[in-house]
């Protein structure tokens, strides 16, 4: 199993730009997740999903969208980026039932100048 | 809204030294995990913890959740080098999804 993956791993946006940040997990995890980290800060959720055609806000949505077409992908949107948008970006994944740990991906850094 | 907070943020500490980072948080949760994050790299789970009462070990690391007091610790025993790294807990918010609350992470190093 690959696990979660991310791509791309590293972006430079220019200010007013938009990109998608892809995620994908072969784990057959319902749950996934968007969280941003902050340079020296702990993560925060954007988005989540827990199943295909089912997503909802987090704490930190505002400049973002998501959708989940597939149990596997978890692609989130930036649209019209924003200085404050420079963060790297973690996708996770977990069972619906059980442990409930969350998996992440590698992580892609995006600095918006 | 679930507050979680760690202390310290930041321990440098010698080899072969004990010590313990605290983690509390502000609302009901019986479930909260211990993540490990060396600088550029992703989470590693290092701990779940799903009770009252609970504790895991593993190497020189060991974890307890007190639910009562709203506290879990991450005691590390005989520090070494290779456990120098960003601790992170992060508590479930008992929400539909399984949403998770992180703390600001503490930062650890480890002199030889």
């Known amino acids: 199993n690959a696990g979660v993956t991310q791509t791309p791993k590293f972006r430079i946006l220019k200010i007013g730009q938009s990109m998608t940040l892809q995620c994908t997990q072969d784990?057959?995890?319902?749950?996934m997740y968007w969280y941003r980290q902050d340079p020296g800060m702990g993560l925060k959720l954007i988005y989540y999903?827990?199943?295909?055609?089912?997503?909802d806000k987090g704490e930190v949505p505002n400049g973002y969208n998501v959708s989940r077409s597939t149990t596997e992908d978890f692609p989130l949107r930036l649209e019209l980026a924003a200085p404050s948008q420079t963060s790297v970006y973690f996708c996770?994944?977990?069972?619906?039932?059980?442990?409930?740990?969350?998996?992440f991906g590698p992580g892609t850094r995006l600095t918006v100048t | 809204e679930l507050k979680v907070e760690q202390n310290p943020l930041f321990l440098s500490m010698q080899e072969g030294k004990n010590y313990t980072i605290y983690c509390n948080y502000s609302?009901?949760?019986?479930?909260l995990y211990w993540y490990r994050q060396d600088p550029g790299k992703s989470l590693e789970s290092l701990f779940v913890?799903?009770?009252?009462?609970a504790v895991k070990q593993e190497g020189r690391l060991m974890a307890s959740l007190d639910t009562k007091a709203r506290l879990s610790t991450l005691h590390i025993t005989a520090a070494v080098h290779d456990l120098s790294a960003t601790y992170f807990c992060?508590?479930?918010?008992?929400?539909?999804?399984?949403?998770?609350?992180f703390g600001g992470g503490t930062r650890l190093m480890v002199k030889p």
């Open positions: 992060a508590v479930d918010r008992n929400r539909p999804g399984n949403m998770l609350t």
């Open positions: 996770a994944s977990s069972y619906e039932e059980g442990v409930y740990e969350q998996y």
């Open positions: 913890l799903l009770s009252n009462g």
């Open positions: 999903s827990v199943g295909a055609g089912i997503t």
């Open positions: 784990m057959n995890h319902n749950y």
């Open positions: 609302t009901t949760s019986d479930r």
